[in-house]
């Protein structure tokens, strides 16, 4: 079965400090791959996506994202984290069939000032 | 806003009723998707529709679970004889093709 594992269920940094989300899927073969972010009481939002070519993808607010292919990982950077970055953060791919997202579990991103 | 609209925000149902959903794409997109989702997890797809064709149901959708997407246009999201285990957030999502999608607030389902 297709799935999506992500390694850390609850994250707590200070500002400033460096963020690094991981993400593996279970399936090879073409991959679109994307990350999306709920902050408190929003909608889920897309922050970035890879379908082909560089591997280092730059999304929204300053995330990245790089895909190992070898490695299948989808993993989510950010240098420098503020305190509005505190949100969920999942990781999706698009299944095998590639018609619809597969969620992670989610990563909840605490941020202190 | 010309984002994913759904309908109700919140419905509180008592154990054996009947409820429906309401979720209106953004007006391009051919692609739409509902999702659930409990605490602590994320998003679990329910169905995809192309247009009006019904092309992908999970196992997770029960016989007491039926999806509809008249003239591609909106799509309702009816549950039958709800049970506890139905409480969670339903969400809808659309799409163009295979780039991302764009969901909806969702529809928080509360049985009693």
């Known amino acids: 079965a297709q799935s999506v594992s992500q390694h850390n269920h609850h994250v707590i940094l200070s500002e400033a400090a460096s963020l690094e989300l991981g993400c593996n899927y279970s399936?090879?073969?073409?991959?679109?791959l994307f990350w999306y972010v709920q902050y408190p009481g929003q909608h889920l939002q897309l922050l970035l996506k890879?379908?082909?070519?560089?591997?280092l993808v730059k999304g929204i607010k300053g995330f990245e994202a790089e895909f190992i292919k070898s490695k299948f990982s989808f993993n989510l950077r950010k240098p420098s984290v503020q305190w509005s970055d505190t949100a969920e953060y999942f990781c999706?791919?698009?299944?095998?069939?590639?018609?619809?997202?597969?969620f992670g579990k989610g990563t909840t991103l605490s941020v202190s000032s | 806003d010309t984002g994913v609209s759904q309908d109700p925000r919140h419905k509180i149902t008592k154990r054996g009723q009947n409820v429906t959903f309401r979720c209106d794409p953004i007006?391009?997109?051919?692609?739409l998707y509902w999702y659930r989702q409990t605490l602590g997890q994320g998003p679990e797809f329910l169905t995809y529709?192309?247009?009006?064709?019904?092309?992908?149901k999970s196992r997770l959708l029960s016989d007491r679970f039926s999806a509809e997407r008249p003239k591609g246009s909106f799509s309702t999201l009816e549950i039958q004889r709800t049970e506890q285990g139905d409480s969670a957030m339903y969400l809808c999502?659309?799409?163009?093709?295979?780039?991302?999608?764009?969901f909806g607030q969702g529809t928080r389902l509360t049985v009693v």
């Open positions: 399936y090879g073969g073409t991959v679109n």
């Open positions: 890879y379908f082909s070519g560089d591997p």
């Open positions: 999706a791919p698009l299944g095998q069939a590639g018609t619809a997202l597969i």
């Open positions: 999502a659309s799409s163009l093709a295979r780039v991302e999608a764009f």
């Open positions: 529709f192309q247009n009006e064709a019904q092309l992908e």
């Open positions: 007006s391009e997109h051919n692609r």
